[in-house]
């Protein structure tokens, strides 16, 4: 007897579009971390939309606040300019509308700057979430009273992203990768010194801040205008945290980089002048907890890209997941206060080793 294999979203999928689990009109799995995606038409035609199932087992490298990203889009659409629609269909079930189109980052150079449309338009989204009211998002929030500094207490908002990081990140998830963090000169207490510099920021206005925009998240439709799609990080808080994350992110030239900031401080402080106060002053201390946290997420990344069914080594993608992670560990080298960064060989040598020695058992599969 045949074993049916179809994962349960695409049956799900299959049932709402009124299709055959087979049908060619059923496009997916798309690339993703956090979610299964399978995209269909919806019965009528016109328009596509995603059915979604979150992936089992991930390991979660930043901190979620909004229980529903639907929810949440439902009540921002009409408000920020060029996010999915969602749709109801049958009992109350959610979909979100499929943005026909490419990723801002398909087929280009990762650090490419933006068009002069694109960078307007990113300017506008910078400007309209500055605009919301957050006290008159009724999405309902999961993450905990100590998660949810007063309005302003910017230092209590970066101290708490420190804590997650510390405690979730390297602390649990880092757990089975201790001794290859050792190798690689890694340890916590860069985020120590992080949390004395979070003491002198500025008190700045709270906003929502979407907390992942990169040029995956970003989509070019067929009119050339530039959509923001997964808001499943998106938080109520510092909202000069969002160009610091955008900046990490997109990995700008610094004089690209310094022109994004300049235009964001222009446009918040002609809309919220409260929301961007001591920006230049604090715009480093923000990317370089980016710089910090990225270094213990692409480390664990690393391991989880490098393994083979069977527990096995990877070696074709060996020197890649080591480059990347060489580059994370150059970029945050000062603020971990490294003498030095291993070279690409070393790092190589320290996945080749930690793959040789861990406990046997697969390795968890990260999200982003």
């Excluded at 610094?254 to 919220?272: D, F, K, M």
């Amino acid at each position: 007897m045949a074993v049916d294999t179809t994962p349960e979203v695409r049956r799900r999928a299959a049932a709402t579009a009124g299709l055959g689990e087979t049908s060619p009109a059923i496009e997916g799995p798309l690339k993703g971390h956090h979610h299964e995606t399978y995209v269909i038409p919806l019965p009528g035609g016109g328009r596509r939309c995603k059915v979604r199932e979150p992936r089992s087992g991930l390991l979660w490298f930043d901190r979620r606040c909004f229980a529903s990203e639907d929810r949440l889009l439902q009540e921002l659409y009409g408000r920020i300019s060029r996010i999915p629609e969602i749709v109801t269909v049958g009992e109350g079930v959610l979909l979100q509308g499929f943005i026909e189109g490419r990723t801002l980052g398909r087929g280009v150079m990762p650090s490419k700057a933006l068009s002069p449309r694109h960078r307007g338009q990113l300017i506008q989204l910078f400007s309209e979430l500055v605009s919301i009211e957050v006290e008159g998002i009724g999405a309902r929030r999961v993450c905990e009273d100590v998660d949810r500094p007063v309005d302003g207490d910017c230092t209590g908002f970066l101290g708490r992203l420190i804590t997650f990081t510390e405690q979730q990140v390297y602390e649990r998830h880092g757990a089975p990768y201790r001794s290859l963090f050792a190798e690689l000169g890694v340890d916590k207490r860069a985020l120590g010194a992080l949390r004395r510099r979070a003491d002198g920021l500025a008190g700045r206005s709270f906003a929502l801040v979407h907390g992942d925009l990169h040029r995956l998240n970003f989509i070019v439709d067929r009119a050339g205008d530039l959509w923001t799609i997964d808001w499943e990080l998106a938080m109520i808080g510092d909202p000069l945290y969002d160009l610091a994350t955008h900046l990490h992110l997109m990995r700008y030239s610094p004089r690209e980089a310094e022109r994004i900031a300049r235009l964001w401080a222009g446009t918040v402080e002609s809309v919220r002048p409260e929301c961007a106060k001591g920006w230049r002053e604090d715009l480093e201390v923000l990317r370089d907890y980016k710089r910090v946290q990225s270094v213990y997420t692409d480390v664990i990344r690393g391991a989880v890209a490098l393994e083979q069914p069977g527990g096995r080594l990877n070696w074709g993608r060996l020197p890649l997941v080591a480059h990347r992670v060489r580059e994370a560990l150059d970029e945050s080298r000062e603020v971990r206060g490294a003498a030095a960064v291993p070279t690409l060989r070393e790092v190589m040598a320290a996945y080749t080793r930690w793959f040789r020695d861990r406990p046997s058992g697969r390795v968890t599969a990260s999200a982003p």
